[in-house]
């Protein structure tokens, strides 16, 4: 597997909750934690979401991460129109014996 | 407060190599790994390999075994990434990144850009 697999691309008005996927294989999601970036056009990733469920100081309370199985999740509640940007999700693949990045999720705000 | 600043953009030719500078303003690098990424025109993240500055040892995806070398001088707080046998594909922006409990410190990113 050479990305984890990620919707291309997904969509919400303002004040909505949106979800991304990341599915994975038991060489990485299934055995590792899973990280999430945002990146916003132009610009550098930036860490989102850590060990699953963990957000870095200053990240807001509206993004949160779930793991399950070979599966993660990235959930953004009350949907603003700057959280517009590239997602990826990403963990270590035992395989690969290095990170793993989704393919990545472009998400507008309507 | 710690910053990784990357050395600027880069035009080769093919068959050439390209050397990547990226260095810790405001700190060191302590105990921590660096890795590259690089992210081609319209697509996602690939994880080159990284190094651990204090030991210096590096470990790489196999995709770029050969070709890349990743390296350190820890009395500058700078790593380095070297990509020989350059090919249009190579053209991309690497970055070069902190892991702390995930990839928390970024550099601005280095387009680097293959062409004849």
């Known amino acids: 597997q050479s990305v984890l697999t990620q919707p291309p691309s997904a969509s919400g008005t303002p004040g909505q909750r949106v979800t991304i996927s990341c599915s994975g294989s038991?060489?990485?999601?299934?055995?590792?934690?899973v990280n999430w970036y945002q990146q916003l056009p132009g610009t550098a990733p930036k860490l989102l979401i850590y060990?699953?469920?963990q957000r870095p100081s200053g990240v807001p309370d509206r993004f949160s991460g779930s793991k399950s199985g070979t599966s993660a999740s990235l959930a953004i509640s009350g949907l603003q129109s700057e959280d517009e940007a590239d997602y990826y999700c990403?963990?270590?693949?035992?395989?690969?014996?290095?990170?793993?990045f989704g393919g990545g999720t472009k998400l507008t705000v309507l | 407060q710690v910053q990784l600043v990357q050395s600027g953009a880069e035009v080769k030719k093919p068959g050439s190599s390209v050397k990547v500078s990226c260095k810790a303003s405001?700190?060191?690098?302590?105990?921590?790994?660096i890795s590259w990424v690089r992210q081609a025109p319209g697509q996602g993240l690939e994880w080159m390999g990284r190094?651990?500055?204090?030991?210096?040892?590096?470990n790489y995806a196999q995709k770029f075994q050969g070709r890349v070398t990743i390296t350190a001088d820890k009395s500058t707080s700078t790593a380095y990434m070297e990509l020989s046998s350059l090919r249009s594909e190579d053209t991309a922006v690497y970055y070069c990144?902190?892991?702390?409990?995930?990839?928390?410190?970024w550099g601005q990113g280095t387009l680097v850009t293959v062409s004849s």
């Open positions: 990144a902190r892991w702390g409990s995930g990839y928390d410190l």
């Open positions: 405001g700190g060191t690098f302590s105990s921590y790994t």
């Open positions: 190094i651990i500055p204090i030991l210096g040892i590096a």
């Open positions: 038991s060489s990485n999601i299934g055995t590792n934690t």
């Open positions: 060990s699953n469920n």
């Open positions: 990403a963990a270590w693949d035992d395989s690969l014996n290095g990170p793993l």
